[in-house]
Antibody, heavy 122, light 106 residues
Framework: QVQLVESGGGLVKPGGSLRLSCAAS????????MSWIRQAPGKGLELVSY????????VYADSVKGRFSLSRDNAKKSLFLQMNSLRADDTAVYYC???????????????WGHGTLVTVSS | EVVLTQSPATLSLSPGERATLSCRAS??????LAWYQQKPGQAPRLLIY???NRATGIPARFSGSGSGTDFTLTISRLEPEDFAVYYC????????FGGGTKVESK
């Protein structure tokens, strides 16, 4: 079945860096846009970034532009989020999510991984 | 940016009752709206997309309606497992989420 498993979260000091990974299985990874969506503690959902199947197109939220970098390795069916210059307001659970439809610009998210917690604190 | 406003913030109902959740967009988004369910400690799950299409495996008691700026998610008869937070999301202009509605047990 389709599965997404995130890893790489943890505690990091302000200004530090972290690299999140998402391992995909059960579908043709290269056919789908992939996204990271975050949720601060007790808050709602925020789209962080998404990337096309071929890596030719990447979009970032204004709140992370210039600090985060999204990439993917289709051979390894993996998605990566490099997070630099981390701030306290980046503290959140980060979810990896697949686009609903193959070979389609991102519209909706299905499924989602279980999430990985990133805590930025001194 | 399209702002999605969900109401009410909290809905207190009993099992078996009908739940009606609202999502209003700051500008017309045609039918480009989805609904997600999130239970405590879990990731969101897609319920409805393009305003009224149920996602795979979603029970028929969940239904969506609306177009333009006003949308509704209806749960015909609440089951115990339906008590959760529900989010709407639009894909018309960029991709944004609403603030959520918590459906709690009365």
């Amino acid at each position: 079945q389709v599965q997404l498993v995130e890893s790489g979260g943890g505690l990091v000091k302000p200004g530090g860096s972290l690299r999140l990974s998402c391992a995909a299985s059960g579908f043709t990874f290269s056919d789908y846009f992939m996204s990271w969506i975050r949720q601060a503690p007790g808050k709602g959902l925020e789209l962080v970034s998404y990337i096309s199947g071929s890596s030719s197109y990447t979009v970032y939220a204004d709140s992370v532009k210039g600090r985060f970098s999204l990439s993917r390795d289709n051979a390894k069916k993996s998605l990566f989020l490099q997070m630099n210059s981390l701030r306290a307001d980046d503290t959140a659970v980060y979810y990896c999510a697949r686009g609903l439809q193959a070979n389609h610009f991102p519209n909706y998210f299905d499924p989602w991984g279980h999430g990985t917690l990133v805590t930025v604190s001194s | 940016e399209v702002v999605l406003t969900q109401s009410p913030a909290t809905l207190s109902l009993s099992p078996g009752e009908r739940a009606t959740l609202s999502c209003r967009a700051s500008q017309s988004i045609s039918s480009y709206l989805a609904w997600y369910q999130q239970k405590p400690g879990q990731a969101p799950r897609l319920l409805i997309y393009d305003a009224s299409n149920r996602a795979t495996g979603i029970p028929a008691r969940f239904s969506g309606s609306g177009s333009g700026t006003d949308f509704t998610l209806t749960i015909s008869r609440l089951e115990p497992e339906d008590f959760a937070v529900y989010y709407c999301q639009q894909r018309s202009k960029s991709l944004t989420f609403g603030g959520g509605t918590k459906v709690e047990s009365k």
